[in-house]
């Protein structure tokens, strides 16, 4: 599952926040037994993928964040929520 963190440096990079999802994690999530919040914060797997603008001429890259370093970046606030009938293509 994919978080977008955000515009960092000025807009020169955006990162996304990324955790594996496992059938019982995705099934807590639609059934609202753990929240997004919950699942990014938890999660002992959360990486960050940092993308940077062409003018910066810096390769991507992809780094496993921890209890030290991932409030450094934008996670799912509490309150996030994902509509599914919204998000259902038909």
């Known amino acids: 599952m994919v978080y977008w963190s955000g515009d960092y440096d000025n807009g020169q990079c955006i990162k996304w926040a990324y ?7 995705l099934t807590s ?11 990014f914060h938890r999660s002992d797997k959360l ?3 940092t993308i940077y603008t ?4 810096r390769s991507p890259k992809v780094e496993l964040l921890n209890t030290t370093n ?7 606030p509490v ?9 259902c293509i038909v």
């Open 19 to 25: 955790i594996p999802v496992t059938k019982p994690l």
């Open 70 to 76: 991932k409030h450094l970046v934008n996670l799912p």
């Open 54 to 57: 062409n003018e910066v001429g």
């Open 79 to 87: 309150d996030f929520e994902i509509d599914l009938e919204e998000a």
């Open 29 to 39: 999530l639609l059934n609202k037994e753990v929240s997004f919040h919950d699942a």
């Open 47 to 49: 990486y960050l993928a």
